[in-house]
């Protein structure tokens, strides 16, 4: 299970890799975090094992795009 600390910086890089989506894109933050929120990605977020909550939002944006998500 993940720390309030893993989750703040889980919590965190999503905001942000969510709002630099958002400007490069002109898409809504809104419509972008619902495609994240049901993608492979958001679960990786979250998963403890994967450190991906750990790596911060340009990696995360970067992992997203490549699974095609946004």
Not at 35 to 58: N, R
């Amino acid at each position: 299970m993940m720390s309030e600390r893993q989750l703040w910086c889980a919590d965190t890089t999503l905001s942000l890799a969510v709002q630099i989506a958002a400007e490069e894109t002109g898409a809504s933050e809104q419509e972008l975090l619902k495609k994240i929120a049901a993608s492979p990605a958001y679960d990786a977020l979250y998963d403890e094992g994967t450190k991906l909550w750990a790596t911060g939002p340009a990696y995360l944006l970067d992992y997203i795009w490549s699974l095609g998500v946004v």
